[in-house]
């Protein structure tokens, strides 16, 4: 377990949410449930002054890697997955202006009856206002994931911190769903997680973070209340820095 006393409090900061999180019991979609209580985690970080941006994968949807393995073009299957996180932002979006969060989707590909073009400065203005921002549409570029969007515009938007919601409480050295054995990290090096190739984030993604040192933490989303805790450096999670001293 992660804890401590010391205060820590970023500024701003980003949350990945996978794909696969926001589909509870089904096997399809959305889950209004999961989505509901994922948007009142993150309206209640937003209401305590943390500045909070958001990247949500497609794989609820659409996988276009999965799609390319079964013979479908795989830049044609990229851009289908794009398509697939602008839906999810939607729906989050939806969600969170219920909870009276001001909201705003911001999509790599150009979509304006549905969301705003990715412009990195006025993203800034949107969150130095403390509104929070839905980056969609991935990059805008095939061959490329969200979780490397999600390192990319982390990046971009000065953030202190990247958070990725998971349905597990951090990384493992096995699926923990398959080996009750399996061994959870509390802190990992990015050179660790990618010489070991732990299920953390792909390559790129990793490799992005490390080059720009932004730290990463991976927990479980469905804990309720899960985001603002890890934020304190309290719960159960895995931080992936550039050192561990």
Request: aromatic residues 6%.
């Amino acid at each position: 377990m992660m804890t401590s006393s010391k205060s820590y409090t970023p500024k701003r900061v980003l949350l990945k949410i996978s794909g696969e999180a926001l589909l509870g019991r089904g096997m399809y979609g959305v889950d209004p449930e999961i989505a509901n209580a994922i948007a009142e985690d993150v309206a209640s970080v937003a209401n305590s002054g943390v500045e909070v941006c958001l990247v949500i994968g497609g794989g609820n949807i659409f996988r276009g890697m999965t799609a390319a393995a079964k013979g479908m073009d795989r830049v044609q299957g990229d851009y289908a997955g794009m398509l697939a996180t602008v839906i999810n932002a939607v729906v989050m979006n939806s969600v969170l202006q219920q909870h009276n969060i001001d909201s705003y989707i911001m999509s790599a590909i150009s979509m304006p009856q549905i969301a705003e073009m990715y412009i990195r400065d006025k993203a800034m203005r949107h969150m130095d206002k403390g509104h929070v921002v839905i980056f969609a549409a991935g990059t805008g570029n095939p061959y490329f994931t969200t979780d490397t969007a999600a390192a990319l515009r982390a990046i971009e938007m000065d953030c202190d911190l990247m958070l990725k919601g998971t349905q597990v409480d951090g990384v493992y050295d096995s699926d923990p769903k398959k080996n009750p054995e399996a061994k959870r990290y509390d802190v990992l090096t990015y050179t660790e997680a990618l010489a070991k190739g732990l299920n953390v984030m792909d390559a790129t993604a990793l490799s992005l973070a490390r080059d720009n040192e932004l730290p990463i933490i991976v927990f479980d989303v469905h804990e309720k209340g899960n985001f603002s805790r890890v934020l304190r450096n309290e719960g159960v999670f895995t931080k992936v820095v550039v050192s561990e001293s």
